[in-house]
């Protein structure tokens, strides 16, 4: 049986905004987006009129993908703020987004590639 249901109500942490929803960390393994046609059953024009990068909130789970780990989450029909201190982290939202991932992965990958080959030969010494 999931860790999740659809219609439960759970309390995670707004991590980016992008023009089209808001991305969510549920737990160390869930994640989830609140569509914007999920955040408010008026029209929604901007999504930080509602919602700020870090901001700890409850959702509605309107569906659950077990395979993924990804949860589609809504805001617009429970009260989702949350009373109460801020979530301790900071997290700091980018304009480049993942893009910063996409440019730093080939580095990031050849540095550790390097350092397993320097590991081996060490080993092998």
């Not at 808001?22 to 869930?30: E, G, K, L, N, R």
């Not at 789970?61 to 949350?82: C, P, R």
Request: with cysteine.
């Amino acid at each position: 049986m999931t860790k999740y249901e659809k219609g439960k109500i759970v309390k995670c942490t707004v991590t980016c905004i992008e023009a089209y929803g808001a991305f969510v960390s549920v737990d160390d393994i869930y994640t989830g987006l609140i569509h914007i046609s999920e955040i408010s059953r008026g029209f929604v024009r901007n999504i930080g009129d509602f919602l700020k990068v870090g901001d700890r909130i409850y959702v509605e789970v309107l569906e659950v993908d077990e395979k993924t780990a990804h949860l589609k989450l809504s805001i617009k029909n429970i009260q989702y703020k949350v009373n109460g201190k801020p979530y301790p982290k900071n997290i700091i939202e980018t304009d480049s987004g993942f893009k910063t991932l996409a440019l730093k992965l080939p580095m990031w990958t050849s540095e550790k590639l390097k350092s397993i080959k320097k590991a081996e030969k060490s080993i092998d010494k």
